[in-house]
């Protein structure tokens, strides 16, 4: 279900795992930890949000979507 997410959103596994080993910030969502990672295009700037439960063990993602909505999630804003 998550792969086919990501397919969807057109976000690839390596993206997700370079954004998990080197995040631009690290917030909290209920009880996820949220990596995040700015991403520019030619003409936007984005956010990709990848959500992980660290409770588990391993740790799990739960969900990861990119969004422009930046100024909304993203702490010391551009």
Same mark, same amino acid.
């Given at each position: 279900?998550l !792969? &086919? $997410?990501?397919? &969807?959103?057109?976000i690839? /596994?390596e993206t *997700? &795992?370079?954004?998990? @080993? /080197?995040?631009? $910030?690290? @917030?909290?969502?209920?009880? !996820? #930890? %949220?990596? $995040?990672? !700015? &991403?520019?295009?030619? /003409?936007?700037l984005?956010?990709i949000? %990848?959500? *992980?439960?660290m409770?588990?063990?391993? +740790? *799990?993602v %739960?969900t *990861?979507?990119r #969004?422009?909505k930046?100024?909304?999630y993203?702490e +010391?804003?551009?």
């Amino acid at each position: 279900m998550l !792969l &086919e $997410q990501m397919r &969807e959103r057109n976000i690839s /596994k390596e993206t *997700v &795992e370079n954004i998990l @080993a /080197k995040p631009d $910030q690290i @917030a909290a969502h209920e009880n !996820l #930890t %949220v990596f $995040q990672h !700015l &991403e520019k295009t030619d /003409k936007t700037l984005f956010i990709i949000r %990848v959500f *992980v439960n660290m409770r588990k063990s391993p +740790n *799990v993602v %739960v969900t *990861v979507y990119r #969004t422009s909505k930046i100024s909304k999630y993203y702490e +010391n804003k551009i």
